[in-house]
Nanobody, 124 residues
Framework: QVQLVESGGGLVQPGGSLRLSCAASGFTLDRYAIGWFRQAPGKERERLSCISSSGGYTHYADSVKGRFTISRDTAKNTVYLQMNSLKPEDTGVYYC?????????????????WGQGTQVTVSS
């Protein structure tokens, strides 16, 4: 069965960095696009980034462009989100999710399987 487990969250000071991991099981990354999402307090869930099933296409929200980088390690069947220059507004629960369809990396919320989330808090 498809399963995702996020890890790597924690408390970090503004300007700091974290690397989140999304460990996949029950499928291989070459058949699914993976998106990273954030649920901030009092706000709707936001898509931050996506990587296509081929690994050849990525997308970033304007709010994280230039600061966050999505990548994958096919040998470990894991997707990463490197987060640099973190801001207090980056605080929230971070989720990864799968998409399997004809689009390389959809901008709409078509993701079917979700992990449990990992908390990121950016504060002094």
């Amino acid at each position: 069965q498809v399963q995702l487990v996020e890890s790597g969250g924690g408390l970090v000071q503004p300007g700091g960095s974290l690397r989140l991991s999304c460990a996949a099981s029950g499928f291989t990354l070459d058949r699914y696009a993976i998106g990273w999402f954030r649920q901030a307090p009092g706000k709707e869930r936001e898509r931050l980034s996506c990587i296509s099933s081929s690994g050849g296409y990525t997308h970033y929200a304007d709010s994280v462009k230039g600061r966050f980088t999505i990548s994958r390690d096919t040998a470990k069947n894991t997707v990463y989100l490197q987060m640099n220059s973190l801001k207090p507004e980056d605080t929230g629960v971070y989720y990864c999710a799968t998409y399997r369809g004809g689009l390389a990396c959809p901008t709409t919320n078509l993701y079917a399987n979700w992990g449990q989330g990992t908390q990121v808090t950016v504060s002094s």
